[in-house]
T-cell receptor, first 114, second 110 residues
């Protein structure tokens, strides 16, 4: 079954404690991205990756890091989380940036930073 | 001005009603257009792509007006199960970036 898997699904953490949200896709997609979703602001792109070892900033990259060492994995790293990073996070993938249309989302990760 | 704008609603309609959502986009070079559906606290899922000539999928009809830069989604004979948030998504032609609207919330009441 084609899927995007992200973990953890729910997390409460404290300010400043580094955390990583993992993301893995089994569709051999080149393009992967991370979004955060906040009330009234919709889905905003944090980082994206066009392929292995190629990453770039989205619209709201501050406070986040990513890596793309393998095609299937695209972890999101919060080096020093702050309360304004409390949000619902989605990892997503699609075949390619220009030719791929359908985007597949993971189930989402609810992150609370206290 | 936001790149993709939607009326957030909520739209409250009775079962069986016909409801229409509009979405406007600012970049005339936008290449592809989609409607996604998002249930509460779940991930968005593709509902349908929007083609220049308009397209239909059962009770759902999508239309594109490039001259006025808007797309629309019409839902006929609304069901309780149609209650969700509908996201308008526009793909930039030069970069392939997907830009999401805020979403329009639909509540279908018995």
């Amino acid at each position: 079954e084609a899927q995007v898997t992200q973990n953890p699904r729910y997390l409460i953490t404290v300010t400043g404690k580094k955390l990583t949200v993992t993301c893995s896709q089994n569709m051999n997609h080149e393009y992967m991205s991370w979004y955060r979703q906040d009330p009234g602001l919709g889905l905003r792109q944090i980082y994206y990756s066009m392929n292995v070892e190629v990453t770039d900033k989205g619209d709201v990259p501050e406070g986040y890091k990513v890596s793309r060492k393998e095609k299937r994995n695209f972890p999101l790293i919060l080096e020093s989380p702050s309360p304004n990073q409390t949000s619902l996070y989605f990892c997503a993938s699609r075949r390619a940036a220009l030719s791929g249309n359908t985007i597949y989302f993971g189930e989402g990760s609810w992150l609370t930073v206290v | 001005r936001k790149e993709v704008e939607q009326d957030p609603g909520p739209f409250n309609v009775p079962e069986g009603a016909t409801v229409a959502f509009n979405c406007t986009y600012s970049n005339s070079a936008s290449q592809s257009f989609f409607w996604y559906r998002q249930d509460c606290r779940k991930e968005p899922k593709l509902l349908m792509s929007v083609y220049s000539s308009g397209n239909e999928d059962g009770r759902f009809t999508a239309q594109l007006n490039r001259a006025s830069q808007y797309i629309s989604l019409l839902i006929r004979d609304s069901k309780l199960s149609d209650s969700a948030t509908y996201l308008c998504v526009v793909k930039a032609g030069n970069t392939g970036k997907l830009i999401f609207g805020q979403g329009t919330t639909l509540q279908v009441k018995p």
